[in-house]
């Protein structure tokens, strides 16, 4: 599975944007890039995904590079709850059918100030 | 809609012991698939359950064993437990295809 590489920490302050990048020179043509985000005692929640286009859900925005080899994370107006580790996962959706399971880093820890 | 569900919440056991944790997936989902947690690490992929048949698998000994049933809900048995299989168990479910969607995991320690 390719491999992605994202800084192990960042911090932002309280209702400032928020810009977490994820380099993945080796992606392939059909990798997805997905992002997820994981609370102090939870389970991770999905974030965003795509495929070659920016995409914006009410939770971030999704910047892919034109060559497809970064992407950045966008959070608008960081909050205390936005306080996570953001992993950044590539998925090939052609790989065996269904059989499409999230392969993760270690993530960034993003810290929150008041 | 409840999400996907994992019980139990916490759990002790000792070495050599089995356990069996059990995860109900969220409401329209068919695959469950398994992750190991570690302290201060990422999730790491144990295997996938589809039509109550393991469809794939990670880099994880026959220890770990896993069901699912014809209710799509699944379970993760490990036997012989040593102390590093304590770790966060976390059950994701999805429909095929589609996102996962992840519970809040198992702690289990074990001693």
């Known amino acids: 599975d390719a491999k992605t590489t994202q800084p192990n920490s960042m911090e932002s302050n309280e209702e400032e944007p928020v810009h977490l990048p994820c380099n993945h020179s080796?992606?392939?043509?059909?990798?997805?890039i997905h992002w997820y985000r994981q609370l102090p005692s939870q389970g991770p929640e999905y974030v965003i995904h795509?495929?070659?286009s920016n995409v914006n859900n009410r939770m971030a925005s999704l910047a892919i590079a034109e060559d497809r080899k970064s992407s950045t994370l966008i959070l608008h107006r960081a909050t205390l709850r936005d306080a996570a580790v953001y992993y950044c996962?590539?998925?090939?959706?052609?790989?065996?059918?269904?059989?499409?399971?999230?392969?993760f880093g270690t993530g960034t820890r993003l810290t929150v100030i008041p | 809609d409840a999400g996907v569900t994992q019980s139990p919440t916490h759990l002790i056991k000792t070495r050599g012991q089995q356990v069996t944790l059990r995860c109900s997936p969220k409401?329209?989902?068919?695959?469950v698939s398994w992750y190991q947690q570690a302290l201060g690490q990422g999730p790491q992929f144990i295997f996938q359950?589809?039509?109550?048949?393991?469809?794939q698998r990670g880099n994880f000994p026959d220890r770990f064993s896993g069901h699912q049933f014809p209710n799509y809900s699944s379970e993760l048995n490990v036997n012989a437990l040593l102390l590093g299989d304590s770790a966060l168990y976390l059950c994701?479910?999805?429909?095929?295809?589609?996102?996962?969607?992840f519970g809040p995991g198992t702690r289990l320690t074990v001693l």
């Open positions: 409401s329209g989902h068919d695959t």
């Open positions: 795509g495929l070659t």
């Open positions: 359950y589809y039509e109550e048949e393991e469809r």
């Open positions: 080796t992606i392939s043509g059909t990798d997805y």
């Open positions: 996962i590539l998925r090939d959706v052609f790989r065996r059918t269904g059989a499409n399971n999230l392969f």
């Open positions: 994701a479910s999805m429909r095929t295809g589609s996102t996962q969607y």
